[in-house]
């Protein structure tokens, strides 16, 4: 676990809940997309409110999900998620998650989001605002 908080310091903590489990009692695939969009709602109200784009009349809109499920988790447990990314184009950039299982001590799950930025007014995508390109530049390194 300590290498995990090394690599993401701001991880977002996510407790199992029993409803997210399914009839093979395990959690369910649903949830996992679930557990990226609160890491990245998180990551965002922290580093670039999504209020503040908002205000702007822009903001992401998640074009792409991708999951792929390592080992099950159960009830009760609580997860880590770190977010990571690999590309920054000139209006979409790709997010990338491990979920860390404090019970199994182990990552049990790895995914990917594209986020292509959007201009609410005028219906159509638009450029990564630098002060935001420069978040997620960091982000990066």
């Known amino acids: 676990m ?8 701001d991880a977002c903590y996510i407790k199992v809940t029993w409803g997210d489990m399914d009839a093979l009692q395990h959690v369910n ?4 997309f679930r557990y990226f969009e609160d890491a990245r709602i998180e990551f965002f109200n922290r580093e670039f409110p999504l209020t503040e784009m908002y205000k702007c ?7 792409e999900n991708h999951a792929n499920y390592r080992k099950p988790v159960v009830y009760p447990d609580t997860l880590l998620v770190g977010i990571s990314n690999s590309h920054i184009g000139e209006d979409r950039f790709t997010l990338h998650y491990e ?4 019970q199994q001590q182990c990552i049990t799950t790895t995914g990917s989001s594209v986020a292509v930025m959007f201009d609410f007014n005028q219906g159509q995508k638009t450029a990564i605002p630098a002060d935001l ?9």
């Open 133 to 141: 390109r420069a978040i997620l530049q960091r982000l990066q390194q």
């Open 29 to 32: 695939n649903v949830a996992y």
């Open 2 to 9: 300590d290498n995990f908080k090394q690599r993401y310091p």
């Open 99 to 102: 979920v860390f299982s404090t």
């Open 57 to 63: 009349g822009i903001g992401p809109v998640i074009s």
